[in-house]
């Protein structure tokens, strides 16, 4: 029998580790052989099943017919140079090899490394169930476009007339994975094989993304597409202002799904507590595969929600916060990074930010570098590749780093470089090269570079993708500047743009690593997960030299809505992480409690920016 694969995809936070771990124990328990592979670089997947997992296919404990792996970039990348240059080891000239190498030590391959070995898992026939619990929606994207991108890069590079060549070493020596990539865009494209489940929650963000998402996977050719709505308010939960007035809401929102989707979804109810343990996943999977919630089974009948009492005072505004988010008198710009676990609330708490400090006199830059972000539905306007100023709001700016119009802004530069220097037959070798998928990853890095390296705004804030692509995009600079630096001491040809490549690089790591230039920030809400990741997110910047001195924990239960079991057991799990947080983290933390809206618009994100900071 052939081996079926499942896709759980979504945005950051709504339960795709949850969901497909529960499935993948599912089927184990019916006797299947089955795998679940993490292609999140911020994995949460040994946590779920509380034992080390790693790069290897892995036994689960205590579960028979149930393997894991975390699929680690880094691994990934040394796996893939070796079976790159291994073969071409007794056939080219040593010239000819160091060149190659020259081209794989280039930061992009990692990319096309953790594609081919997702890759591989696509032509698997030693299980019966494969089951890949994705990262979030706009990476998740860029990795299922990737083969049919490669694919058309290797043949045009093959064809009589071409250079023979790709960013990542001659097309003749990637034949073998133009014929798997092939394999792999026919299996995600079979309804028979593969199924696409998107895990969403009765939110407008989340509902947008995963309508953004399935035009996406049409535009490739796959239709097999199931949903899960998560975190749905079960009746017990609702006896006080502002679990009725976020029913309501979740209420609206589920009755757009019906209509935006036009399916039936499976529905999973929030829990009081945390799931963690095989016991609570048994749970989580025969409520989605034995007793089976259906969105039309919820009852949307109910009261009124009770009018909620403003909040009459805030939290003084605490000196040591406004030291790290304003510039500092020394500096031009200060740059604050809003990072963490996708769901958490990045968006929102970089957007509050943004508002709060614009309203306070500073020229303030609200930017993303989330492929898959929803600042236009947060602030109600477009926002553009380049910074457009809000349309109610002085002194601020906003922008998103658009991977497309970056990419061909930065073919551009190179191109009109090379014009200048080259003739045509080396003209058109370097067109072809910019023609690589890779191209998308260095145009956004320079785009992000330039961002970093200018002194036009008081305040730049970087509302950030997942922690995994965040680290990633972070290291960057890092990984590039030692490239360049082992390039001059091995004494190669170090030419004017390779010199003033290095300050530039040079200049954005000073002013990463500098505390009274750039804030690090990462929100989370009181939860084992979020704050698991973001720790180890933390110290692996510290091991870059760069400091984390500010903690957002958002979603927090105000005590006066602990009005029953529910939200007391809620509150109880809250506090107990609150105070792991501060043992964890040395930054100064932040709290913003849980609002009865979703943080869309200005009225809500500026009560919101109060509740952070403080009103006056």
Known sequence: MATKFYFFSGKGGVGKTTTSSATALHLAGQGKKTLIVTTDPASNLADVFDQKIGHDITPIQSVDNLFAMELDPDIATSEYKEKTLGPLRDILPAESLTVIEEQLNSPCTAEMASFDKFTDFLQEGTFDEVIFDTAPTGHTLRLLELPVEWSGVIETASKEGSSGQTCIGPAAALAESKEKFDRAIEAMRDKNTTSFTFVLRPESTSIQETKRSIKELQRLGIESIDLIVNGVFPAEAVDNPLAMKRQQKQKEFLRII?????????????????????????????????????????????????????????????????????????????????????????????????????????????????????????????????????????????????????????KEKILSQARKKYDAERLSAIEEELDSPCTEEMATFEKFMDYMSQSEYDIIVFDTAPTGHTLRLLNLPIAWDKQLEIKTLNQEQVTEVDKATKERYDKVIDRLRDPRKTTFSFVMYPETTPIIEAHRAVQELESAGITTTLVVANLVINDSYATNNFWKERRSMQQKHLDDMKKKFSGTIATLDMMPDDLNGINNLREAGYLLYGKE
């Open 258 to 410: 019906i209509k935006t989707f036009k399916t039936d979804p499976k529905i999973l109810y929030l829990r009081s507590s945390e799931i963690g343990g095989l016991t609570k996943l048994k749970e989580i999977g025969e409520d989605l595969h034995l007793r089976t919630q259906r969105l039309s089974d919820y009852a949307f009948s109910s009261g009124k929600a009770k009018t909620l009492k403003t909040i009459s005072s805030y939290p003084k505004t605490d000196s040591s916060i406004v030291k790290l988010l304003t510039p500092d008198p020394d500096y031009q710009t200060r740059t604050i990074f809003f990072a963490g676990k996708g769901g958490v609330g990045k968006t929102s708490v970089s957007s509050a930010t943004g508002l709060w400090l614009a309203e306070k006199g500073y020229k303030t830059l609200v930017l993303t570098t989330d492929p898959a972000s929803h600042l236009k539905e947060v602030f109600g306007q477009e926002i553009h590749h380049h910074p457009t100023p809000h349309k109610d709001v002085p002194n601020l700016d906003l922008a998103h780093i658009d991977a497309e119009k970056a990419t061909e802004e930065y």
